[in-house]
């Protein structure tokens, strides 16, 4: 008995102490397809701000990714993440606080990120920049204190808007709708964007994770 325990993956996976579960609830089973931290070094130290975990509907996106199928170095294909923000299955991105800052400096943070990436596909208007501005200002009011949640929630279908959650010890869970396609899509590229990616250890292991899943389907 004690040893079947043993093969049983733990239901939750560990990213810098804060516990991840393998698997939620969407409107299918989604799982923990990759997992790390957003980092910036500082005079040799390497400080930690957020750990990070990606969840998806795995078959759904195993369908949209067949052309990867074998194929086993997927952390320089700008295609795969390509591919992977493009999806069409539902996603969704928990990102725990590490390290206590202002919500108004991440906010400030991903609008810089998504504006830049906005202009850079020629996407940038007045309609996204209405919608940047409305994400931006979601976060100028909040306090991340450890252990806080920040999640995003992509539907698999545009019938519904992508929303943003943000839940902290002693407040009431507050949202916001993104309502343009183009910040939304730019959102997941922040996360999902390959080695443009805010989180390259995510990234890796989601590229890691994928490469294992594609060469024994």
């Known amino acids: 008995m004690g040893s079947e325990q043993e093969k049983k993956p733990a239901a939750t996976v560990e990213v810098e102490g804060i516990p991840f ?4 609830a969407g409107a299918k089973t989604l799982s923990l397809v990759g997992h790390g931290v957003t980092d910036i070094e500082i005079h040799f130290l390497q400080i930690k701000f957020n750990a990070v975990g990606v969840y998806l509907d795995v078959d759904g996106a195993m369908e949209h990714l067949q052309g990867w199928k074998g194929k086993s170095q997927l952390m320089e ?3 795969f993440f390509d591919a992977l923000v493009s999806a069409p299955v539902e996603k969704v991105l928990r990102v725990v606080v590490i390290k206590e800052i202002k919500g108004s400096q991440y906010g400030v943070q991903l609008e810089s990120s998504v ?3 906005l ?3 020629d996407k940038y208007d007045d309609d996204e920049e209405e919608a940047l501005e409305k994400v931006s200002d979601f976060f100028q009011s909040k306090y991340f ?3 806080s949640i920040v999640t995003f929630h992509f539907p698999a279908t545009a019938a519904a808007a992508p929303e943003i959650s943000f839940v902290t010890e002693g407040k009431e869970e507050a949202k916001v709708a993104v309502e343009n396609a183009a910040v939304a899509e730019m959102i997941q590229r922040w996360y999902l ?3 443009a990616a805010v989180s390259q250890t995510t ?3 989601i590229a890691d994770g994928f490469a294992a ?3 024994s389907a």
């Open 213 to 215: 899943m594609l060469s």
């Open 21 to 24: 579960p393998r698997e939620i």
């Open 145 to 147: 204190r450890p252990g």
């Open 115 to 117: 504006r830049d990436r």
């Open 119 to 121: 202009v850079a596909a």
């Open 77 to 79: 294909d700008e295609a």
């Open 203 to 205: 990234v890796r292991s």
């Open 193 to 195: 964007g390959g080695e």
